[in-house]
């Protein structure tokens, strides 16, 4: 038989098998990771971690723990707000510090990586990244059949995750399927978030006004921001809410329960001891994650 040279891997196929030795803590996938994190960042400054959102009102403990239990559990994700500025790109990546560990960011720069890894040179586990789900010629935006071929990865068992410009369920289902996206791969974006901001650039106050999860095949709005009182409010019984994420990932409701608490403890001790840097949050998820978690993703 002549000989055949090895199939050459496709640039994302390399960043997603490639793994170097550790320095300062962090394993060589996670600092790529980062790097991938801070091409997200639109306000100068540091990229904020979901201690900073914490700290400033813009999500509670509660929610942001949960978050992490539907990101530990597999889930896509879209962050969505109509005003720009309101933070669905801060939120969005700020979630990105409760990926299992060893996961991949893949940044989706054009509809070719979206071709190469529906063609399988991406392997499972990996989250892919779109900017903005919108019309734009800028870095990492999708929209038209572009948006419909990378949500559609979902099918491959890849994460997608990016934002758009919507304020509700209702919207984002609108400009989806207005794009050609399946219902069916709408369905498999598992956590929804949108943001609220009221006031000037000075003092802009902004919120997770609503938090929702897809749940039994029927998406559950868990959280709602009052307004009035400046609260959230958690919209489902937190023993149904448990059961019903335990449902969804094959699990029991306990293990839900205590994945959620172990978040909302870590959260908290890094509020106590004034952590909040993206690399020093995400360094402290990987080492005090719960043991259940090990399984994930490595």
Request: proline residues 5%; charged residues 20%; aromatic residues 6%.
């Amino acid at each position: 038989m002549p000989h055949r040279p090895p199939r050459r891997l496709s640039r994302v196929t390399h960043i997603a098998r490639c793994t170097l030795p550790t320095s300062s803590g962090i394993p060589d996938i996670e600092r790529r990771n980062l790097v991938e994190i801070e091409r997200l960042n639109q306000r100068g400054g540091r990229m904020l971690s979901i201690v900073d959102l914490v700290e400033a009102g813009t999500i509670s403990v509660e929610m942001a723990a949960l978050c992490r239990v539907m990101v530990l559990g597999g889930t896509s994700w879209l962050t969505g707000a109509v005003p720009g500025g309101a933070g669905k790109t801060t939120v969005m990546a700020a979630l990105f510090g409760f990926l299992p560990p060893g996961e991949p960011i893949i940044t989706v720069s054009g509809p070719g990586v979206t071709r190469e890894a529906a063609a399988g040179d991406v392997p499972a586990p990996a989250t892919m990244l779109v900017h903005e789900l919108g019309a734009g010629r800028w870095f990492g935006y999708l929209w038209g059949r572009d948006a419909a071929d990378f949500l559609g990865l979902t099918r491959t068992g890849l994460r997608c995750v990016s934002c758009l410009h919507a304020d509700d369920p209702d919207q984002t289902e609108g400009a989806l399927r207005g794009q050609g996206v399946a219902d069916d791969d709408l369905a498999r974006i598992g956590l929804q978030l949108y943001i609220h901001v009221s006031g000037g650039w000075g003092g802009a106050v902004r919120r997770v006004c609503s938090l929702h999860c897809r749940l039994g095949g029927r998406l559950v709005t868990a959280y709602r921001w009052r307004q009035g009182e400046d609260a959230f409010e958690r919209l489902v019984p937190r023993e149904e809410l448990a059961a019903l994420v335990a449902a969804e990932q094959g699990t029991w409701p306990d293990a839900v329960e205590s994945l959620w608490r172990a978040g909302e403890q870590v959260i908290e001790r890094l509020q106590s001891e004034g952590v909040c840097l993206f690399e020093d949050v995400r360094r402290a998820f990987l080492a005090d994650g719960p043991d259940s978690t090990a399984h994930m993703g490595q």
